[in-house]
Structure formats: C-alpha cells, structure tokens
C-alpha cells in the first residue's frame, strides 16, 4: 500500500470496528449485546428510506442514518470512500486485479433503475432493500458462510488433534478457549443460501475485474442514494474537470472522471487525486449552495419507469405457497407477517447471534418477497428462555428487543403433538422429554396417568403428554429435544394472533379447579 | 477346628439363623452421612469427613472429576442445578487431599453457556488453580460395551471414565417421569448421543449406565431443593430449603436416604429399585448406617 491517507486510515479503522463487532454480535457471557453490527445497519440511509417509506412511521432506531443523512448533504458521498466496509474491502484487493475494458450495459442509468424501484416497493409496502444494501451483503457473506465455514475448520481441526494426542490435546485448550470464545462461533451451524449469499459478495468483486469501484459506482443502492444527496454539496472539488496538461486524475479517481469531468454524486471524496496532483491544483473549496451542472435524475422516463417498475415488482412476490405457512415461525416478539417484512432488512444479525442456533434465512418459505428473512427452525435449534438477544441486535426493531420477562411471554406459535408418533400414544411407551424441558414454570406441557395394556399384553402406567396453549409461548425446546428420529412427535405450528401469554398464566396455573383432564401439579 | 466343620457350622448357622447373619451384614452395610447447616460449604464439608474424609478418596495426584448438575439455565435459588457453594467446597477438598487436577462439567439441556454461568458454577470456581470448569466436547464420548438391561452399548464421557476418582453431585429435585432426579439419574450428563431415548426404559438403563459409570462417591445437594415443576422450577415458590448435604459411596443408599427428604419411600422410586435389585447398593435404609454430622 502506499502513503496512507487519512481517508485510508479511517477506512481500516472502520473496516477493524465492523469486523470486532460482527465477531461480538455473539453471546460471550453476558445477557446484554452493547455493541453489535446493527449500528452500521441503524446509520444507513437506504435502510432508513426503505423502513420510512414501508411503515410510514419513525423510530429512534434510525437517528444515526439521519445523521448520516445530514453529514452528506454538507459533505457529499464521504460515506462510501470513508466508512462502507464493502468498499474498503473493495479497495483492498482492486489493486491485485487486472482491469480490462468497463462493462458498457452497466453505465447510465442502470443504478437509478435499481435504487428506485427497490424504494417504490417499500412505499407499496415490499421492503426488499435489505436484499441489495451494500452491508446486508456483506454481513450475510460472512454470517451465512465465511464465519460458519472459519469456524468448522478450527473445530475440525481441534477434534483431529483429539484424535491425534488424545488428552494431551488439553495441553492447548487455553489457546483454543480463547479462540472460540472470542473469534468462532460457538456453534457449527450452517445455513441455507449460504452459497447465494457469498456468491453475492464474490460477484461484486468479480465486477472488479472490468474498473475500480464497479459496483460503487454502477450498482449500489446506498451509494445512488448517497449520490443524489451528495448533490448540493457546499464543498466543491476544484478543478471541476481533467486539466489538460496532466490527465493523471482519470487514473487516481476510484469512481468518476469517466467522461473527463467529476461526476459530483460519483465522488467519495478519498482524496486519492489531491495526494497525487504534481501540480498541487486539487481543492475542496467551500463554494456555497448550488445546483449541480447536471439534472437532478437523469432523466424523467428513469424516475417514471422506477415508480411503475417499483409498484410491478412490489405485485411480482407476493406468492405464498399454502404448505409452508403452518411452519413460518418468526423470532419471539414479532406481532405480524406483514410488519416485520416492512420493517426486517434481512441482515443476518439474529441468526448469527441465535444462542441455540434456532433461526436460520427463509429460503421459499416467506414467498420470494421473505427471502432471507429469519425463520425459527425448531427441529433444529429452539429459542432459548432467558435469551433476549435477536431484539437486542435488530438494527429496526423488526424482532422487538423485549426485557427477558415480556420475552417469556412472546409467542413464537403453539406446540401440538403428533400422536401418530408421540411415543406414549404411538407405542405405549414412557417419555414425557418435553415435558421435562419445557422451561414455563407451570409447566405448558404436562401428562395425564393412564393405565393401558401394552403390545405384549402387559398393564402399563403410562404418562400421556399435553399442551396447555394458555402457557406455551411456542419456543420449540419440545419439538427439538423430542427424542424421535427425524420427525419430531411435537411440532409448533404458527398461530395468527400472537397475543403475548398472560403474565399471570405464568405464575399461576390457568384454569385451575374444575379442569378437566386434572392437572397433575394440583 | 477342622475347616470343613467351620464351613459347617457356618453354614448351618446361616440356614437357621438367618436373622443373625444379616445383622453381621448390616454392620458392614454402607455408611450414608447426612450433615445439616445454613453455610452449604460447611455442611458439605461435615458430610464428606463423616466418610473420613476426601483423603479416603482421592490420592496424591490424582485426577478428579466432579460432575454436578448444571443441565439448566437457571439461577442459584432456582434449585434446578447443583448449589455452587456445595460444588466448590467438593473441588477446595479434592484439592487439599492433594489432586492434582479437578475437573468439573456436564452436558446441560440448555446452552451450556448460559447453563455454566447463570447456575453460579463459572463465578464460584474463577480462578482456582488445577480446577477446569469446561464444556462436553463430543468428541470425547466413547461408545461403551455396556451389555445391559436396556442399553447394550451407549456413548460415555471419556474424561469422566478415565478419571481417578468420579464424583457425582447433584441436586435433589422432582422429576415427573421418575419422581426425583438424584445420583442414579445425575450420570445421564455423562451421556451422549439421543440420550432421551432412554426415556422408555428409564429405570433399567440407569442401572446399566451406573453399572460401567461407577460414582466413587455421591454428594446429594438437598441445601434447596425442588418439590415441583422438576426438573427445571424457576418458580421459588416450589422451592423448599433444607440445608442438608448427603455423602455416601453407595449411589443407592444415598439417593434412597434423599428419597425420604420428599416424603416418598425408596421404593416408590422406580429408579433406586432397579439399581439395588442389580446390585448397585443398598436401598433399604434399615441396612444403611446412617451417619449425622
């Protein structure tokens, strides 16, 4: 690398934060996530536009992005030469890529045709700009593959030393605690779309191959927008265009100068040229307000053609196959299908933080329109009781972030058994696991005594397990643990009215007295 | 006398006197000490020296494991883990009697990070030298010939096999299928794989597992202990405190004298009866000296 700017410096400083706090979007002992991934997410623009325009209505959360906001308006597209990790990790390895001739199909107005429509769906309520938000892309690289797949290897790597020294490994458990408590993931868990997501990522630097910067300047939706703000820029670049007698800036500008002039939304002001400048020409002069040389959007069929595209695609996803519905279980504290997919922008973050590994990216589930957005899978991994981390690191609130008692309360959906396969009923032998896990006090699953002959003609006691709905908040540790293979013989099922339990149930048990079917704790 | 007229005579005096052999029995019956005290450490500790002390057990550089109950993420005053003050004054005793290495973990229900430091177990054991409080790695269970009952072979925790001495604390707590959850059913976090698959035969594969586990001694946590809603609580209204330690080298004995905190009989516990039918200890308390300390 050569003579480090301060934009330089402030991009690998950056790029370090993002980093400790992806790592840190983890439980590491305590209950409570202080700092995690989420405030990139809470001070990006386009995630802000995209909540306002689908919810119609603010939350603190996204105070940072209007800040961020503001900081453009004064200073132009800082932003991405200055703060996006995506870019900087684009700046890291543009160097080691050989360029050939820029991909004509993506200039123009092509950046336009996919910022607007994304913000036109919103409006019409399909929030989908966490699918193409610069971050969401690169956290959900490294949430869905990079992370899992560094931490499988060390994890393999530690279980072969097993297998080579035995428990002389214990030797060097200290570096390996001290790896996996504060770099791995804790848990191996993989996830679906895994390859989509970093085929993604690797697709934006592949894009590298053809100029610096491709999808900055060509694609990006946070960066477009960034660009339409960074026009009324006070601070101006000087000279406005190459100088004749050098040329040197269309070599040095990253991202703009392609047509001999500084495109002022293009410029992300990394001070490239005014470090290279032999003649020492380069400015950023307060110039006062004025309108850029050029038209506000390019032109008015873009801006037309993004509000009928926008309201087409918003149509375009709404598909829901009927089988996946009964199993769509979203995290704990989200009231309704429609709110949470305006206001979730498909981070990755819940899923990555998931004590037990219960959420993972909806594949088809959720219709296209729900694509990568969290699903409880509790065959897999179920919500933990005391956990109230998901809401914790939701950049929008999308998942509320609830104190641990109205968390307990939160309904996820409501357990049912399978008697086909429940084995008290199916075989006629004792089990009751769920019930032992179920962590409601009162207990949501319990079990009659009943008295029944056997297969081999046998009396038997058996314990016949069942839910009480007005307790189970449908976190799935039954259906996880339930020791049949492959089908579980519980299963939790969505419920349309996720009404919170009532905190007396919790405490007391419902419908005690005349209940039929008594209550063995009575 | 001849050694074929002592055998006879022995053996004559068996057949009539049945009474009389038994009693020389009860004797040597296993000793089952019991200590009472608001200060858990001290009680613990009362306990483990009415046995003669942790020396009689553990040697000069001996690796020792102690496996506690820490199957749930809840607190202290829950009573669904084992009492950490009890855990810690077991480890301090291990090590004064000259371990070399105390080992202390258990595969919990519930995420074992959470499990490890809501139950007090990472903050009572920070910072003793030769103490590892440490998470169950599956790599390290072994699948064991247990030619049992129910089980005839099962996976088992290898470090808890291969160490010196095996102590097994838990906590004495109600469990709906079998009861109550003492030293017998504590081993099942040794276990691996789909270990609620022996749900279905509970009380055989027990015995089976306890019988290649063996447990050199029992410490039953009864400081505080869960009547209902077992095995987790969280509600301290089922909490009732009692205070007391129980120590035996007799798995049954011990988890028959706890069965009596809770107001049932040894043999309402389906658990405890195969176990002392397949000769794993002694159920009947009459046969139990039982030691107040």
């Known amino acids: 690398m050569k003579k480090i700017t301060v934009a330089r410096l402030f991009q690998l400083l950056f790029l370090l934060a993002f980093l400790v706090l992806f790592v840190r979007t983890e439980y590491r002992g305590s209950d409570t996530i202080s700092a995690a991934v989420n405030s990139l997410f809470r001070m990006d623009p386009l995630v802000a536009a995209s909540y306002l325009a689908a919810t119609r209505s603010f939350t603190w959360l996204l105070v940072p992005a209007l800040v961020t906001v503001v900081a453009t308006l004064l200073l132009g597209r800082f932003f991405c030469g200055w703060i996006c990790p995506l870019g900087t990790v684009l700046d890291l390895v543009t160097g080691k890529i050989a360029k050939t001739a820029p991909i004509r199909a993506l200039k123009g107005n ?15 309520r399909i929030n989908l700009a966490g699918v193409l938000d610069p971050f969401g892309i690169l956290v959900r690289a490294l949430t869905f593959f990079v992370h899992p797949i560094i931490g499988d ?38 996830y679906p779309l895994a390859f989509i997501s970093v085929a993604l990522f690797g697709l934006i630097i592949f894009l590298e191959r053809y100029e610096s910067r491709n999808w900055c300047r060509n694609l990006c939706p946070l960066g477009t927008l960034l660009g339409l703000l960074s026009r009324y820029t006070p601070f101006k670049r000087t000279p406005a265009a190459l100088c004749s007698d050098c040329k040197a800036c269309r070599a040095l500008c990253p991202t703009s100068f392609d047509e001999g002039v500084l495109k002022q939304e293009e410029c992300i002001l990394c001070m490239e040229c005014q470090k290279g400048c032999r003649f020492d020409r380069v ?52 009231l309704g299908e429609d709110d949470f997919l305006k206001k979730c922008v498909r981070c990755g973050e819940c899923m990555k933080v998931c004590l037990k590994g219960a959420l993972y990216p909806a594949v088809a589930q959720a219709g296209l329109e729900g694509i990568f957005t969290p699903v409880v899978v509790p065959r897999l991994g179920y919500c933990e009781y005391n956990c109230t981390l998901c809401g914790q690191v939701c950049p929008t609130g999308a998942i509320p972030a609830l104190p641990v008692a109205q968390k307990k309360r939160a309904v996820i959906g409501k357990a049912v058994f399978d008697k086909n396969h429940c084995l008290p009923f199916a075989r006629k032998t004792n089990c009751i696991v769920c019930e032992e896990h179920c962590p409601m006090q009162q207990k949501a699953i319990r079990s009659e005594k009943v008295v029944e002959i056997d297969p081999s003609g046998k009396r038997i006691e058996l314990q016949k397990p069942y839910v009480v ?29 996720r009404k919170p339990l009532a905190a007396a149930a919790l405490t007391q048990s419902p419908g005690s007295g005349a209940a039929p079917g008594a209550d063995p704790y009575q | 006398m001849q050694r074929r007229s002592f055998l006879k005579l022995v053996g004559l005096s068996a057949f009539f006197h049945q009474w009389l052999l038994r009693d020389l029995s009860a ?18 500790r009362a306990a483990i020296a009415a046995l003669g002390g942790m020396h ?85 269970f072994k699948k064991v010939a247990l030619r049992g009952k129910a089980l005839s072979e099962w996976e088992l925790y290898d470090e808890a096999l291969h160490a010196d001495v095996f102590i097994n604390v838990p906590v004495a ?3 709906q299928l079998t009861k109550l959850t003492l030293g017998l059913k504590n081993v099942m976090g040794m276990m691996g794989g789909n270990r609620g698959a022996i749900h279905k035969n509970i009380d055989e594969a027990l015995a089976d597992v306890n019988q290649a586990l063996k447990s050199h001694l029992v410490v039953i946590d009864a400081t505080r202990v869960l009547t209902a809603h077992g095995p987790q609580g969280g509600n301290l209204a089922d909490v009732k405190h009692l205070h007391k330690v129980i120590a035996s080298t007799d798995i049954v004995a011990a988890d028959a004298y706890a069965t009596t905190l809770f107001g049932h009989k040894p043999e309402d516990i389906s658990v405890t009866v195969a176990a002392h039918r397949r000769g794993l200890g002694e159920m009947n308390l009459k046969k139990v000296r039982i030691v107040k300390a």
């Open chain 1, 110 to 124: 092509l950046k336009y045709w996919l910022l607007l429509p994304v913000l036109v769906a919103a409006l019409v």
């Open chain 1, 153 to 190: 290897a060390a994890r393999s790597g530690w279980v072969s030393l097993y297998r080579l020294l035995g428990e002389r490994r214990d030797h060097l458990a200290p570096a390996y605690e001290l790896l996996r408590d504060n770099l791995l993931p804790f848990r191996e868990t993989f």
């Open chain 1, 283 to 334: 400015r950023f002069p307060l110039a006062g307000i004025s309108r850029g040389p050029t038209p506000y959007l390019p032109e008015r069929r873009v801006l037309l053609g993004g509000v009928v595209g926008g309201f087409f695609l918003a149509g375009s996803f709404r598909y829901r196959s009927p089988e996946s519905q009964p199993r769509l279980l979203r995290p704990p504290g989200v």
């Open chain 1, 469 to 497: 709905d007005e307790l189970c908040n449908g976190c799935g540790i039954c259906e996880n643990v339930c020791p049949l293979e492959g089908k579980a013989g519980i299963e939790v099922f969505a419920v349309k009215e």
């Open chain 2, 27 to 44: 004797a040597q019956g296993p000793v089952v000490a019991v200590a009472e005290a608001k200060d858990h450490a001290r009680a613990t």
């Open chain 2, 56 to 140: 009689r057990f553990v040697k000069k550089g001996d690796v020792v494991v102690v496996k506690p109950n820490i199957g749930w993420d809840r607190n202290p005053d829950q009573a669904a883990n084992t009492n950490p003050v009890v855990v810690r004054a077991i480890v301090e005793e291990a090590l004064a009697a000259g371990a070399k290495k105390v080992k202390v973990f258990d595969r919990s229900c519930n995420d074992e990070r959470r499990c490890y430091v809501n139950s007090g177990m990472t903050a009572a054991l920070k910072g003793m030298k030769n103490v590892e409080l440490k998470f169950v790695e599956n790599e390290r």
């Open chain 2, 173 to 175: 707590k109600h469990h």
